[in-house]
């Protein structure tokens, strides 16, 4: 028997938030907080959600009228929690007028973002905008019916300009680093494209908090939309699983009214540099050294690494004597105790989060997460062998064979001249060099460090000859 759908019981808040990106991180984190902050404090902050792409999302929410669930997944069970932030879902390519419109809705202050990084349309090299990206070069050429989202937010921004209505403020909540400045360039350029003095009015008049976010949100399968259905006697089709953890920290950096999303958590603070270092370094440094490591170990996710002894002292090895000496301490926090939280995380059995997915992209990842405190490991004189024996993990995996020899399904922008590059050097000191000088990936100062070379080299020799596992008790033994 088919059982009823998941529906809404509350009556929906006027919007006052536009979203761009509504998949699941967006509905474990920036939809729940809005929908908790609603609760304790009030205000008309309900979420226009708008789709780049497919309809799939709104096909799942209207017809339960924006609600759905999102699941904690805790080591003692699962915890459904409604949430019911969601007023409206539109998909952009069916109508670009109707998200203008609610983009120029006097009632919305702030426009909030979860498109990842190909969503902003940088250069890889430069970090600049693609101008000759074929949907920027669209969003130019036709600015009045845009496709990505910078091109909605510069033509929302010039209508209401045009109609005398207050900016609103733009939220990047994407896991990149400086992200605030990173959009605003993104948007700038853009709008300079189209109109100098439209550019400078958004450089005068509009706010780009910087956002730091964290909380592991797998996809959500259907084995996970019947469970659900099984234990609350509804289907919803909308349904978010997502750790019990979660951290917001956002930069006190806005002139538009804002939810109250302190009282449902969120750190408000002057300066978000700090704890987004935290994270790209404690969490997302270590989380890629156990993809890579703990992959060619043979460990499918990162609960099953953290169960290897060797590999759970990899994790504390890296954060006291090659991460956390590199960084400042954020405001109120405990770094210690915010990387025994790490842990206590990655051992949860109920968020299987696999190392090859973690593994992916990593030519895009490795600057900020490994070879920042590399060179900031160095430059101190301090050592680098915990981080040298994770790049040069990456630097065994991309060359597309695991330690029996099977192929590895690298996913990864420059996943085919990495592979070339390996393949075509002698030895593991030639492998190394050849990678090394990937510019995009590996800054000069470290690519011309013979200490870092010579770490590196024998770090891969170590896992071509012994393997990851070895190697990883070797480093803490």
Known sequence: ??????????????????????????????????????????????ICAVSLRSAGIRDALVPQGGAYQVVEMTPGGERPQRVEAITDVLVAPEDPGAVLAAMTDPGVHVVSLTITEKGYHLSPASGALQRDDPEIARDIAHPRAPCTAPG???????????????????????NLPGNGALARGVVLALARARDAELADWIAANVRFPATMVDRITPATTEDDIARLARATGVEDRACVFAEPFRQWVIEDDFDTPRPDWAAAGAQIVGDVAPFEAMKLRCLNGTHSALAYLGYLAGHETVCDAVGDAPFEALCRHLWTAEILPTLETPEGEDLPAYCDALLARYRNPAIRHRTWQIAMDGSQKLPQRLLAPMADQRAA????????????????????????????????????????????????????????????VFPRALAEDR???????????????????????????
């Open 1 to 46: 028997m088919r059982l009823p759908r998941l529906t809404r019981t509350i009556p929906r808040p006027g919007t006052g938030l536009v979203h761009f990106g509504p998949g699941a991180f967006f509905r474990s984190f920036v939809a729940a907080y809005t929908d908790q902050a609603m609760a304790a404090s009030g205000g008309e902050w309900g």
């Open 152 to 174: 909605f937010i510069v033509a929302a921004l010039a209508a209401r300009r045009a109609a005398g209505i207050a900016p609103f403020a733009v939220l990047s909540c994407d």
């Open 381 to 440: 004189g301090r050592g680098i062998g915990g981080l040298a024996l994770a790049v040069a993990a990456w630097m065994r995996y991309v060359g597309g064979r695991d330690e029996a020899g099977r192929p590895i399904d690298v996913r990864d922008p420059l996943a085919d001249r990495l592979r070339a590059l390996s393949a075509g050097a002698d030895g593991p000191a030639a492998r190394v060099r050849a990678l090394v000088s990937v510019e995009t």
């Open 451 to 477: 200490g870092v070379i010579d770490a590196l080299a024998q770090a891969l020799d170590g896992l071509e000859r012994i393997g990851a596992r070895q190697m990883v008790g070797r480093l803490v033994a």
